[in-house]
């Protein structure tokens, strides 16, 4: 069992940044470096997508279209944590999100996670 919280989401302003953190515990823990860990995100009335992914070992990354160029995903091992810097922020990037991991392979398919945290909020408006 792997237990993810996410932290660092707030209220904003267009144009902001904000780095979200994904920090992994509980009692597999020491498997995380096998997991590839995705971004969601969800927004009032709307299905959770996919933002992007890490590979297990943090040499593969995969973005959306919205995401490339202004969110960049990395991963720190020996904390056991992931994060996501977000730059630019708009207010199509009110949601909520979520970190995911996923054994091995990252997938874009929310279904394909097997731990998932509670989200944190982020809000972009002026």
């Known amino acids: 069992q792997i237990e993810l919280v996410e932290s660092g989401g707030g209220l904003v302003q267009p144009g902001d940044s904000l780095r979200l953190s994904c920090a992994a515990s509980?009692?597999?823990?020491?498997?995380?470096?096998?997991?590839?860990v995705g971004w969601f995100r969800q927004a009032p009335g709307k299905e959770r997508e996919f933002v992007c992914a890490?590979?297990?070992?943090?040499?593969?990354?995969d973005y959306t279209d919205s995401a490339m160029g202004r969110f960049t995903i990395s991963r720190n091992s020996a904390e056991n944590a992931v994060y996501l810097q977000m730059n630019n922020l708009k207010p199509e990037d009110t949601a909520d999100y979520y970190c995911a991991a996923k054994y091995y392979r990252y997938s874009r398919a929310p279904p394909d996670y097997d731990y998932w945290g509670r989200g944190t909020q982020v809000t972009v408006s002026s």
């Open positions: 890490v590979s297990w070992n943090g040499d593969n990354t």
């Open positions: 509980g009692p597999s823990v020491r498997t995380f470096g096998s997991y590839s």
